[in-house]
């Protein structure tokens, strides 16, 4: 019941806190030079047909009006029309989003898989193999530039050994994709029993998900260890160990003192990445969510940034809203 | 030193010496040579200010001395096994079987995330192999025992759920969980209201004279060793200054450190100005003398004080102090 209250009172906030990253990111690209309408018609464009495009586009307007008129399409559902793909922007994300999700998720389940029990082991012995191996990890994954990493992954696997299709985007051309239900390929090609399809998506995900996880495993194992240091040390650990429990049982009650750590920094790492992994994922041609706002960007094309940021917002609260339950969960001291 | 010593002791420190390595310089020796053994039954009271050694005392009589420090010499021998001699999983198995702790604060020192009836099931699963429904029947059992109402209720309580007069006595059903031969209470019930801790002690001394456990019961507070510890040793600067039976103890202190902390918790305002008067009391710390570490606080401290370290004398029967110029009555 408890928790019932308090989700509604969190849905409650939904709205205002999506206009007001709405206004924000609006006023915030509207600072960035850069006329939407020279750009469309090019340089040949005479100053008569410029006011006129600009006219249409409502950008002759006050920079209020036109949020507004944005914000009341957007409770229509029509989130507006990218120029550069002449699609609608939630044709565009409904390609994309998902495209990039499969990535993100999978590259952090991977991270999760890596850094949590490397994490545990570098906390939990103070010299040793393992002990070695965590540090290192540490500090290599924080100082490799994840798109360089891309590229020798690339190199190596692509190239030089051939084991993965070429890094461009999620399926080879001759391959029909699976129609489209989740929007994840893995699933989809599943669902509809394309094994090739299946076989083929898995392989384009190989390395940027390698090139992504293995990257930020390295947060995740530095938050785990640092924080399972932490709790190894502390009041009840030391207590534990009086009562005569055994070792891996005094690390296991530390652990889970560590868990909500560990799923912040899951979380946060989640939301960063929609946007975050646009360099891998120019670098594997991937087509994802982040690219098309980063091409949106450059191109003075708003409505698909907008677009973007309106989705990231809504995941990024959704995510969230996921971490309380998953605290509510492990920790009565929030009940 | 064999005639202080009781026969057959459950416990015996000899010469016990826990130091602390130091950047280019001497390891600091937080605790310097105790000697202490503890009859079956018998309850001793160790006193002391914070930085005396307590807590360092029960951590390294559990041989959990924190890092970097070390036990750097002497024996303790439990049951009269040397506790040098056993192994991690030996040691193990003795912590919270054999020899059981009540600490302070319980309730930080409890696991959060567990339930009161899964913290003393941890012990008892570990150490006994009883099966589940035991576990529970022994957990109420318990709980009883330490007087907490309703406990069918408080087994399903998380730490955060229970007083500090609860978590003390969860705490404490936990040390008796295996019915340990030697209990060490380190400044247990200090952070409790008087009168909780008056019935938190009441209830220590109950179950603890009743089973003939053995207890060290290390405190700040001198006045509630005069309750029932059978000794009091008065620990300072990592040493016992004074030790000897209750009564001789609190009818004629010798040293005096002890008569300064008997002074400052006697409610006697006089009393304690006569003491305190002329004693810098926390006085920046000077250079390490060679001879008695109170002499920079002691009101009779004279020359030989300073140059030569006191020995553990026998004053009476079994009263001991470490004192050049102790006070004579
Ligand atoms: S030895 Fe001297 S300085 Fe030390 S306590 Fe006795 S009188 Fe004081």
């Known amino acids: 019941m408890q928790l019932l209250a308090y989700l509604g009172r969190r849905l409650l906030f939904v709205a205002p806190q999506l206009v007001g990253i709405l206004l924000v990111s609006f006023f915030l690209l509207k600072l960035i030079p850069g006329d939407p309408a020279v750009m469309m018609l090019g340089p040949f464009a005479t100053d008569d047909g410029l006011a006129r495009l600009r006219a249409e586009l409502g950008l002759d307007r006050s920079l209020l009006e036109q949020f507004l008129i944005y914000l009341g399409n957007v409770l229509q559902g029509d989130l507006g029309t990218s120029w550069q793909t002449t699609l609608p922007v939630t044709t565009d994300l409904a390609q994309r989003f998902p495209a990039t999700l499969e990535l993100v998720t999978l590259a952090l389940l991977l991270a999760l898989a890596i850094g949590v029990p490397l994490g545990v082991a570098g906390a939990r012995y103070k010299k040793g193999l393992l002990r070695t191996t965590a540090d290192y990890y540490g500090l290599f994954a924080g100082a490799l530039p994840d798109f360089w990493f891309g590229l020798v992954l690339i190199f190596l696997f692509y190239t030089t050994w051939a084991l993965v299709p070429a890094p461009l985007g999620r399926l080879d051309f001759v391959i029909l994709p699976p129609p489209e239900i989740t929007g994840s390929l893995l699933i989809d090609s599943t669902l509809a029993g394309n094994w090739q399809a299946l076989r083929n998506a898995a392989g384009h995900l190989v390395l940027p998900v390698l090139t992504l996880g293995l990257i930020n495993a390295g947060p995740i194992l530095k938050m785990t260890q640092s924080t399972m240091e932490r709790m190894l040390e502390s009041d009840f650990s030391r207590y534990a160990e009086m009562c005569g429990l055994p070792e891996r049982v005094v690390a296991r009650k530390a652990l889970r003192n560590a868990l909500p750590s560990v799923v912040t920094i899951v979380s946060v790492l989640y939301g960063f990445l929609i946007g975050g992994a646009v360099l891998v994922e120019i670098v594997f041609s991937w087509g994802g969510a982040g690219q098309y706002a980063v091409g949106g960007v450059l191109n003075a094309d708003l409505n698909p940034v907008m677009g973007f940021v309106l989705y990231s917002a809504i995941l990024s609260l959704v995510i969230y809203l996921i971490v309380d339950l998953i605290y509510f969960a492990i920790d009565p001291r929030t009940r | ?329």
């Open chain 2, 1 to 329: 030193m064999s005639d202080r010593q009781p026969q057959d002791p459950v416990i015996a420190l000899e010469g016990l010496t826990v130091a602390f390595p130091r950047y280019g310089g001497e390891p600091v020796r937080v605790l310097k040579g105790i000697d202490l053994a503890l009859a079956p039954g018998e309850v001793v009271g160790v006193v002391g200010e914070s930085g005396s050694g307590k807590t360092m005392l029960a951590r390294a009589i559990m041989r959990l001395v924190p890092r970097p420090g070390r036990i750097e010499a002497g024996r303790i021998s439990f049951d009269g096994r040397d506790m040098g001699q056993l192994d991690g999983e030996a040691l193990r198995r003795l912590r919270g079987r054999d020899i059981a702790m009540i600490i302070a604060n319980p309730r930080s020192e409890l696991d959060p995330l567990e339930t009161v009836g899964q913290q003393i099931g941890n012990v008892l699963r570990h150490h006994l192999t009883l099966d589940k429904p035991a576990i529970r029947a022994r957990s109420l059992e318990l709980l009883r025992q330490v007087s907490i109402p309703d406990p069918e209720r408080r087994i399903n309580a998380y730490p955060h759920e229970l007083s500090g007069g609860m978590a003390q006595r969860v705490v404490m059903a936990i040390a008796l969980a295996c019915q340990p031969r030697f209990i060490i209470s380190d400044d247990a019930t200090s952070g409790l209201d008087v009168t909780v801790q008056a019935q938190v002690l009441e209830l220590m001394r109950k179950l603890v004279v009743e089973r003939g456990t053995s207890l060290l019961f290390i405190t700040r507070d001198i006045g509630i060793t005069a309750h029932f510890c059978d000794r009091v040793a008065v620990l300072f600067a990592g040493e016992i200054v004074e030790i000897g039976p209750r009564h001789a103890f609190f009818a004629d202190p010798k040293h005096p450190y002890a008569i300064l902390l008997l002074a400052a918790y006697a409610q006697n305002e006089r009393l304690r100005r006569y003491w305190l008067g002329d004693t810098t009391a926390g006085a920046a710390e000077g250079p390490a003398t060679t001879g008695c570490p109170f002499a920079r606080r002691c009101v009779r401290a004279q020359d030989r004080c300073r140059t030569e370290h006191p020995r553990l004398e026998e004053m009476a029967p079994g009263h001991f102090a470490r004192c050049h110029f102790p006070v004579e009555r």
